[in-house]
């Protein structure tokens, strides 16, 4: 995951293996990790040719003193998570910008997600239309 030999990450510091900015941004609790808590981070982390990926990082307290620390690579459920954000920024965008009124409700009739044209074409203010139900309605 890194490219480092064992024999390399036996001799590495955290940070050589931590960008910069985030050693200062994110640090280890080092209080919580002696009391016996486990602690779960998100960070980049560097890999040997210089290249940086996502990681979900978990450490604890072992016998000795010593740290141990399991990483796992997170950068596709990152890409995942800001495809996702974009593809919903983009829906709003476009749903908010048509003319039609649309409405996103369960089949109870309970309406989730509306446009400023639906409300606008109702006669309800955004807060009536946000407490009205469908079902039985003119909609």
Not at 10 to 26: G, R
Not at 86 to 92: G, L, T
Request: avoid cysteine; hydrophobic fraction near 30%.
């Amino acid at each position: 995951m890194m490219g480092y030999t064992k024999e390399e990450v036996l001799h590495l510091n955290l940070s050589d293996i931590t960008p910069l900015e985030y050693i200062n941004k994110m640090p280890i609790n080092m209080n919580d990790l002696m009391s016996g808590k486990i602690l779960l981070v998100e960070r980049q982390y560097q890999r040997k040719d210089g290249t940086r990926f996502y990681a979900e990082a978990s450490a604890k307290l072992i016998a000795g003193g010593k740290i141990q620390s399991i990483v796992r690579d997170i950068t596709q459920r990152k890409k995942a998570e800001e495809e996702l954000k974009q593809s919903e920024e983009r829906y709003r965008l476009f749903i908010e910008q048509a003319t039609d009124g649309v409405l996103v409700y369960s089949y109870d009739g309970t309406i989730h997600d509306f446009n400023t044209a639906a409300y606008k074409q109702t006669g309800y203010t955004r807060e009536e239309f946000r407490n009205t139900e469908t079902a039985g309605s003119s909609f």
